[in-house]
């Protein structure tokens, strides 16, 4: 499962794409969402567990769409997420929806919709009850693990933002019941990237023991996390030794309670992070001594996680020879702040300008967190289809059209 998306295609396919559609663009391989989300799916073989795709991830509709096929359902954590979902045609069923500081009118929309609503606040929690008596919903808690890729991505802690204090769990039961609500899930998310299996073991044990406590209790969902290597020879997350000590604790917990519990995991970066690039085309080679800037025509407006998270990602030039004497390079955005820099001292062959580079495992949290800033439009994404075609999944705007749908939406007057 360790392959990229640069070991599943021919870079001249790449350097196709990037010809004919022009870059920066995403690029996203069909075959290799299938068959992660296929992995997966087969896990736990046996067991009642389901697997929810955090939408946030990316949310292409063409991807969803995939993904959706190989049997998963979504996990979305604002409105907007399930609306994209229900028109999308998933089953109401199928989309579990964390909110985080919900609005009425949000909860009113996702009730509306049917989606499981999973509670992060008493204070959101008892609107709820008062508003829905005799429906059931989720509550998250907070296990106090917490386990990310990065500070800024922990989210089980006790003085964490998301969900209600184990101690409180509780007061949230009694709450419900006074209301004639059913409390049918539990859930917790300990953080993105996990980087010890060993904190959602922990996390895994701390729910199910929490479920003793809950008679309501239909699911329990162990949330997301799940790592990929970025960095080349950087070990992978060992899935299927997971799955076996998990697989124990789930037999146990179902032998001691009498079944009739699921359970649910639900990733997003596993499942599409490692099946997606973004390529970028080298407009500046600069040589200022100390340091080589290759100028690129993207940047932390199209792919923050270097930016935000001081994240890497490999950078490979696919138009040079691989045999090409190397360099030392600091691969640079195109977005007026220093801060806009890809990838440093990286050692790649000699790079000229118009070289094509592709940013790996971009799939995840690339797309579904660029913007405007700048002003500049966004890329284009294409599927590498199944059957060996690319598909548009999403077209570049001119800068004109970019900038004329901001004034649109501005309100502002210009002449027609
Ligand atoms: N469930 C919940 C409640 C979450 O908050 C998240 C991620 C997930 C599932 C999916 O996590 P995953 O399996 O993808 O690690 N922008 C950051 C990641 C932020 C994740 C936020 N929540 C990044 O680029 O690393």
Redesign the pocket.
């Known amino acids: 499962m360790s392959k990229k998306v640069i070991d599943s295609v021919d870079v001249d396919r790449l350097l196709a794409i990037a010809e004919k559609w022009g870059t920066p663009t995403y690029v996203y391989v069909e075959d290799m969402i299938r068959d992660r989300c296929r992995k997966l799916v087969n896990l736990f073989s046996g067991l009642p567990v389901s697997w929810l795709y955090?939408v946030?991830?990316n949310d292409n509709p063409f991807l969803l769409e995939i993904i959706s096929e190989e049997q998963l359902g979504f996990?979305t954590?604002s409105y907007e997420e399930v609306l994209l979902c229900r028109k999308l045609g998933v089953p109401a069923e199928n989309i579990f929806y964390?909110e985080n500081n919900m609005t009425d009118e949000e909860m009113h929309g996702a009730a509306r919709e049917g989606v499981v609503l999973n509670f992060g606040s008493l204070g959101r929690l008892r609107s709820y009850c008062e508003q829905y008596p005799g429906s059931s919903c989720s509550v998250?808690i907070k296990p106090d693990i917490s386990d990310?890729?990065?500070a800024?991505?922990d989210?089980g802690n006790e003085d964490s933002k998301?969900g209600i204090r184990m101690d409180l769990l509780p007061e949230a039961v009694a709450l419900a019941r006074q209301h004639d609500v059913s409390i049918t899930g539990i859930?917790a998310?300990i953080?993105?990237?996990?980087t010890e299996p060993e904190n959602l073991l922990n996390e895994i044990d701390i729910l199910l023991h929490a479920a003793k406590g809950v008679d309501s209790l239909k699911f329990i969902n162990f949330?997301?996390?799940?790592?990929i290597p970025y960095r080349s020879g950087e070990e992978e997350f060992a899935l299927d030794q997971f799955a076996s000590l998990a697989k124990e604790r789930l037999e146990t917990f179902l032998e001691e309670s009498g079944g009739g519990i699921s359970f649910l995991f639900?990733?997003?970066?596993?499942i599409v992070?490692p099946a997606g690039v973004l390529l970028t085309r080298v407009n500046t080679v600069k040589d200022q001594g100390r340091k080589k800037f290759l100028g690129t025509d993207t940047g932390f407006n199209h792919l923050?996680?270097p930016a935000?998270?001081d994240?890497w990602h490999e950078i490979v030039n696919i138009s040079a020879a691989k045999t090409a004497k190397e360099e030392k390079y600091n691969v640079a955005g195109n977005i007026c702040e220093s801060g806009d820099i890809l990838g440093t001292d990286r050692i790649m062959p000699e790079t000229r300008t118009g070289d094509c580079l592709a940013i790996l495992d971009a799939g995840?949290?690339g797309m579904t967190?660029a913007s405007h800033y700048n002003r500049r439009a966004l890329p284009a994404e294409i599927l590498i289809t199944t059957k060996g075609f690319h598909k548009v999944i999403r077209r570049r705007s001119s800068a004109d059209e970019t900038v004329d749908r901001f004034l649109k939406e501005t309100g502002y007057p210009v002449d027609a």
């Open positions: 955090a946030k991830a996990d954590v964390t998250r990310g890729h990065h800024k991505v989210t998301f859930h998310h953080g993105s990237g996990i949330g997301g996390g799940l790592p639900e990733p997003g970066r596993w992070g923050l996680r935000l998270y994240s995840a949290y967190m």
